[in-house]
């Protein structure tokens, strides 16, 4: 048995069988549960690691060959593989309280597997090739079924499917060298087409824009699984690149710019979430802000605090995203709309939704006691130390996350005296969210717990970090 095959082929399999189930509640729970399972497996039997169970000695073998391409997970892949099923489980017990399990939960997992493929595939450029099906498939998820697909989707597929050719053609360019530049003008044309290429991979501003029109159209839920998993994933596929050619890696200027394009991005987003007048397109500022705060930790000099920082913000990011998408669809079916004008006085009927989107937005602000305020801390103070302009326009982006969350509240507290309190939330969605808070406090107040899983993630990089 080969890692590829339990952490991606099975995972495509089992996707399959889940699109013919007759119940939606069968496909959330196999679906949560295969995924637990995987991440199971990859913490006790890691790829490429021999383990004695009494008598039995087992080894999963790292690489399988398909296609004429290889394709390896080794024991340093084993982390991610724990991280990316775990949050695939989680985000799929969600669909007991936000619904929608038939669509999002097959094709989920099948994005998540080609995603892990895509970190696995050698030579690995096709990593790009397998982004592209990854966001083909997501494009039945996010599409309303009947109807015209809207603004936000197009610009998403066609800014995502742009990204493509840059960076292929950028790795045609550089296929002969890797060790160093041979050839400065070669050199030059291949950065300014990476530079493109990740600028719509990772909707680098102002190319965010189908994010907040996505954010009005689709179903919230599933807005989120997609902002939290492709800019993840694209995100590695980048520090791989930067990993491979040494040219990159140590270029003058690279930190540099990564910090200026994040800082653009995190003020850009938060001050736009202040002045908007939409629930969804606040979450869509913040998820973009989310992005800007993970190229703010790579552009750290000190690589290995960058990467680790980097990962640690994945949990408490899955966490608020997923608090805070279930909070929102459960508005959404009372105020379908989910502007400020139409869902004024909602706090009354539904108070857990709203204290689950209001505390998710404060998480992902860097509100202390929550799960990212730790390491937003310590990317804070390391930023600081950097330039303390950037870490005041941090402290200005995270203020306009804060008026964003607290106009949120205001509004949906707005009810005539006489209206009765109630909660129409089903247990279900109490539970969900609930744990989810509870989870957000408890990694807030121990961060770390997570250090002796996260401390090795660097190691997937053969350069960086070490």
């Not at 080609?114 to 090739?129: C, G, H, K, N, T």
């Not at 530049?181 to 044309?189: E, G, H, K, R």
Request: net charge positive; hydrophobic share 60%.
């Amino acid at each position: 048995m080969t890692a590829p095959a339990i952490w991606i082929i099975f995972p495509l399999v089992f996707a399959v069988f889940l699109l013919i189930l007759p119940r939606e509640r069968w496909i959330t729970l196999l679906g949560a549960a295969f995924c637990l399972l995987l991440a199971w497996l990859a913490f006790w039997l890691p790829p490429d690691t021999a383990q004695r169970f009494g008598p039995i000695s087992v080894r999963i073998d790292a690489t399988l060959r398909l296609f004429g391409r290889q394709i390896s997970l080794t024991s340093a892949d084993q982390t991610v593989l724990i991280l990316v099923y775990s949050v695939a489980s989680f985000w799929f017990f969600g669909t007991l309280a936000a619904g929608n399990a038939r669509r999002i939960i097959p094709l989920g997992l099948a994005i998540v597997a080609l995603l892990v493929a895509s970190l696995a595939v050698q030579p690995f450029l096709f990593a790009a090739l397998i982004i592209e099906v990854a966001v083909l498939l997501s494009v039945p998820m996010l599409a309303e079924p009947g109807q015209k697909p809207g603004r936000g989707l197009l610009r998403f597929l066609i800014y995502q499917t742009l990204a493509m050719p840059f960076i292929l053609f950028a790795g045609f360019l550089l296929s002969g060298v890797e060790a160093g530049p041979a050839d400065l003008a070669l050199i030059a044309q291949a950065a300014l087409l990476l530079a493109l290429g990740f600028a719509f991979l990772l909707s680098i501003f102002p190319l965010y824009t189908w994010i907040p029109l996505l954010a009005e159209e689709a179903l919230p839920y599933t807005v989120g699984f997609v902002l939290i998993i492709f800019p993840t994933f694209s995100l590695i596929f980048g520090l791989n690149f930067i990993d491979r050619y040494s040219w990159l890696r140590d270029s003058p200027g690279l930190l540099a710019g990564i910090r200026f394009v994040g800082l653009l991005m995190v003020v850009s987003a938060g001050l736009w979430a202040a002045f908007q007048r939409h629930f969804g397109r606040i979450f869509a500022y913040a998820a973009v802000a989310e992005t800007g705060i993970s190229l703010l930790a790579l552009s750290l000099p000190d690589q290995r605090i960058g990467l680790q920082v980097f990962f640690y913000l994945l949990v408490p990011r899955a966490l608020a995203f997923g608090v805070w998408t279930i909070s929102i669809t459960i508005l959404k079916k009372q105020a379908p709309e989910l502007t400020f004008v139409t869902s004024q006085g909602l706090a009354r009927q539904f108070p857990l939704a709203v204290i689950g989107m209001f505390l998710a937005n404060l998480a992902l602000a860097g509100t202390p006691l929550f799960a990212s305020f730790p390491v937003r801390q310590v990317l804070w103070e390391a930023l600081a130390v950097q330039s303390l302009p950037a870490a005041i326009l941090l402290g200005v982006a995270s203020l306009g996350l804060w008026i964003g969350a607290l106009r949120s509240l205001a509004v949906l507290s707005m009810a005539p005296q006489n209206t009765k309190w109630e909660a129409r939330e089903t247990w279900s969605q109490r539970l969900l969210i609930g744990l989810g808070l509870l989870a957000l406090f408890v990694f807030g107040l121990f961060p770390q717990w997570a250090q002796p899983l996260l401390a090795s993630l660097p190691a997937m990089f053969e350069h960086l970090g070490k």
